[in-house]
């Protein structure tokens, strides 16, 4: 059966702060738990002033101390801004604070741009090259590998489910060599998604931690209780995307009425194009678009995201998200 999980930007909304940020992503994952969700994520973003999950870890303490049954986790660390062992040591800490409830996903990506890249690394030598690496002493951490000479404490032993995060073919490739789930992040970036997919399930190779391929796909929903209200709500992220690609990221905006009719033809096509991913409407119109693309995918989760700037409507989009789900998934 088909699971469905939220992923969380943790947006910093025009004329607030990222403690209101922050106090808002717990109680939405409370909500999504109350819900039925299967997982939250919340991803790491730096030197971005409208996301407040740079230090994941920190704030998955903060999610986990709000909930207590809905996986929590990273969607995900990127793994080249971090010495593994630290990572081990975080998600560890966090495996023994909510055990049984820690994912930790994987992206070489420097989830910034080259300047605050090097400001976290100091040099720029090494990292994404050096991806794969990586990932298996990460794992070599969590197994608590003799052949280290030392162990990671906390971390080794403690049950964190890895995972590989990618929107290209590169991370289908080595998920399936490891043996390891796989994220795609096909709400921004759904342009490889069906080779992805392909190449994941054509060469994955069964492991300790999995003995069949599985792949989660991320997904927007602007969901209101009529189409005009969703097609409203949407305007928001779709103004952070035209900001971002404009080179002028700040916080989320409040909602434009006609935004989207009023961008020239290019930012348009733009936004038609990372966006494909996504559902604007009713519950009506949700449980179709969602359906049709798990009917396309095969995936065996989607992974709920989209930035509101209003809080009660996101809530309220959850909400519609939740019931589509239940409908999809026969209850």
Do not use: C
């Amino acid at each position: 059966m088909i699971r469905f999980s939220v992923l969380d930007l943790v947006p910093v909304i025009e004329g607030s702060d990222v403690r209101a940020a922050l106090g808002q992503s717990a109680a939405f994952a409370a909500h999504a738990e109350s819900l039925g969700f299967h997982r939250y994520w919340v991803a790491e973003h730096h030197g971005m002033p409208g996301i407040a999950s740079a230090a994941t870890s920190v704030v998955l303490a903060h999610i986990g101390a709000a909930t207590s049954r809905i996986r929590i986790g990273a969607g995900g660390i990127m793994l080249p801004n971090h010495a593994p062992l630290l990572i081990a040591e975080q998600f560890g800490t966090l495996a023994a604070l909510f055990p049984g409830r820690i994912d930790l996903g994987l992206g070489r990506a420097p989830g910034s741009d080259q300047r605050v890249a090097q400001a976290m690394r100091r040099t720029l030598s090494g990292g994404p090259d050096e991806f794969p690496r990586d990932v298996m002493e990460l794992q070599a951490y969590f197994a608590g590998d003799g052949r280290l000479g030392f162990q990671a404490t906390p971390g080794a032993g403690e049950d964190v489910q890895m995972w590989i995060l990618g929107s290209s073919l590169y991370g289908a490739q080595l998920a399936a060599a490891l043996g390891l789930p796989y994220a795609f992040a096909s709400h921004f970036a759904p342009g490889a998604l069906e080779d992805a997919i392909a190449v994941y399930r054509r060469d994955f190779r069964p492991s300790a931690q999995l003995d069949r391929p599985y792949v989660m796909a991320g997904y927007n929903v602007f969901a209101a209780d009529t189409a005009d209200e969703a097609r409203l709500i949407a305007t928001s992220m779709q103004q952070a995307f035209v900001r971002l690609r404009t080179g002028q990221p700040g916080k989320l905006q409040p909602p434009v009425e006609g935004y989207f009719e009023s961008l020239p033809p290019g930012a348009q096509a733009m936004l038609a194009d990372v966006l494909r991913a996504t559902s604007i409407g009713t519950q009506a119109d949700v449980e179709r678009d969602m359906a049709s693309f798990i009917e396309r995918t095969g995936v065996d989760e989607l992974i709920i995201g989209g930035q509101i700037h209003d809080f009660a409507a996101r809530k309220r989009s959850l909400e519609i998200a939740s019931a589509a789900a239940r409908t999809i998934a026969g209850g």
